[in-house]
């Protein structure tokens, strides 16, 4: 058992992933010498070599490009993308090809590529750093994504992301790097397309994913001492969404809150709600609400507390639920 | 247009380095002169030349090794005259003609060593047969059943890329893996079994301006990937002249990048067949990357769906058919080597029998099951994909008197 903040879990759970395939690069920007803007890789060229960790020429198309180019050959990359906002040079490899390449080979190319990206605002940055650009991958036929939101997770889905044989759009909440945790190396992890109930409640239902997991917790704990008592779902997977756990859920609080940093419009959090109303019609006591960022671009930072979901957004959506 | 040939750089101070009208007009119409720099080692008029720079790598083209390519190219050739009539009967959807590229593309592909690794852009169906891809393979794409149908992995030919450049890339990574595993700079030393390898990658004139075709250059410089990148210059980007992707001849951009570039006459396949070896070996040997400019002409339309007759002159193409790359080498195997009627009769058979036998095996294409499209979406099973293949199913089971064609619903003890 360690404590550990979640970049150093996810350091130690790259270094385990390496140590156990030889054919696991890692490539990316600023990510040898310097172990990543983040430190996320740090340590990791010096001990496996510039041939597996690989400080890449400064191109976002060519990261992922090139990725697919080795996953043909037989490698497994795992690329770091330096921020949420500078994906999208990059998404036309991603949508074009690495999405794609083992359905268009009918399965004889398959296309183990996991793409590493810090998401998520409150950190003070610059335009284009705090983005959540998930919904445009989950969206995609062909891509898995997972969002991690603590230490343990991050420790064990970044592994499972890389022994998975279909590419993974890993996101990585990065105002949460810095928090510490418990991790367990010798526990079973749960596996990595599973959502997961971190809190067990009777009131509300609240289902969120990445850096709002936390937010919903310490909600939870403050609705407990106004006598409400919610359940928070971590949901973890993406794509494919594992409801199952919501839908258990829904079915006994009657009442769903689904949250997350990304602006509401053709999200994820549409895709949850719209999933809940046909699976849990009968069990609804009210509609399903959603707290999420606004459909505006990220906002200067000086306004993106009033722009993130908050505990106190959070509240008081669960408590409109209540009072439906 | 050769550098001479090109406008000095322009000069503020001086209108007259500006480009006049004429030569703005010029530059909208298509060329038919590839310059002082071209590679040639067969002329159009069937004259086997030499150039110092490349005789080593074709000192072996005897007239048993022209006739093999004059035969290929003659193959090819009527395989994509079918293909385009296929098209036009209504069996495609739509076909990608090659026509005019032959030479080009025989001459890469005959280049290549079975260890060396393909990834093509669409219209390499030439290339394509000279990996073992049968041209009814390539049927798939172009009538809707399939995205492509052989193992790319096995034949060392990657699927048709069809967004324009994103091969670029994809060539230069698994170049790279190929140098990360020691594939590359072995000379005699390479192991038994596992020589030395390349990757070439094919795109087109247009491609040139795609930021990944650019990344594609960087990244392989880079690494020093053994990948050559070998582009057919065939004048036209659908309806878009060579003028508007570049003021500089594209072999000369490969100096920008740091590795080298030749411009090689697209329509002679000795030459590149010579160049291209030069190319590879240059990789293999741990000298890439490299640029191959294979100077060339479209002498059809896009695909069956352009028109060119709204964009480009016909007499360019008139001109052009004075260099068609098969015509050149008919004349030379006459000519300097005494071949006879009989040969070009036998290939011009076979070439029908071919045609034949892609018209038959298209026409008796089976539909692809119905719920194909499920298939293969993941390595490992998605529970949202297979839920929707089930609904997708039951959806058509509902309809008792109408059996889904293909995907066993509907027939007794099956779905």
Sequence with gaps: MAVLTMAKALNDGLRKAMEADPRVLVMGEDVGKLGGVFRITDGLQKDFGEQRVLDTPLSESGIIGTAVGLAIRGFRPVCEIQFDGFVFPGYDQIVSQLAKVHF????????????????????????????????????????????????????????????????????????????????????????????????????????????????????????????????????????????????????????????????????????????????????????????????????????????????????????????? | MSVSDRPQAWNPADPRSRPNREQVLAGLRGTDAGGPELVQLLTPEGERVSDPRFDAYADDVDVEALTSLYRDMVLVRRADREGNALQRQGQLGIWVPLLGQEAAQIGAGRALLPTDMVFPSYREHGVAWCRGIDPTDLLGIFRGTDHGSWDPLEKRFHLYTIVIGNQCLNATGYAMGQRFEGRVGNGDGAPEGSPDEATMCFFGDGATSQGDVHEGFVWAAAYDAPVVFYCQNNQWAISVPLSRQTRVPLHERARGYGFPGVRVDGNDVIACLAVSRWALEECRSGNGPVLIEAFTYRMDAHTTSDDPSRYRLADELELWKLKDPIERVRVNLVREHGVGQEFFDGVAAEADELAARLREFCLAMPEPAPDRMFSEVYAEPSPLVEAQREEFLAYHASFADEPLAGSGVGAEGEV
């Design chain 1, 104 to 324: 268009r080979s009918q399965g004889k190319v398959p296309m183990p590529v996991v793409v590493r990206i810090p998401f998520g605002g409150g950190i003070g940055a610059v335009e284009h750093h705090s983005e959540s650009p998930e919904s445009l991958f989950a969206h995609v036929a062909g891509l898995k994504v997972v969002a991690c939101s603590n230490p343990s997770d991050a420790y064990w889905m970044i592994q499972q992301a890389i022994a998975t044989d279909d590419p993974v759009i890993f996101f990585e909440p990065k105002r949460r790097y810095w928090e510490k945790a418990e991790v367990e190396p010798d526990a079973t992890p749960p596996p990595l397309l599973r959502s997961r109930v971190l809190r067990e409640g009777t009131d509300v239902t609240v289902a969120t994913y990445g850096p709002l997991v936390r937010t919903c917790l310490d909600a939870s704990v403050a609705a407990a001492a106004d006598g409400t008592s919610l359940e928070v779902i971590d949901l973890r997977a993406l794509s494919p969404l594992d409801l199952a756990p919501v839908y258990d859920s829904v079915r006994r609080t009657g009442r769903l809150v689904v949250v997350s940093e990304a602006p509401s419009e053709s999200s994820v959090t549409a895709e949850v709600a719209a999933r809940v109303q046909q699976d849990c019609f009968h069990s609804l006591e009210a509609p399903v609400l959603r707290v999420t960022g606004f459909d505006t671009p990220y906002p200067p930072s000086k306004c993106e507390d009033d722009y993130l979901p908050d505990l106190d957004r959070v509240l008081d959506a669960v408590d409109r639920s209540k009072a439906w």
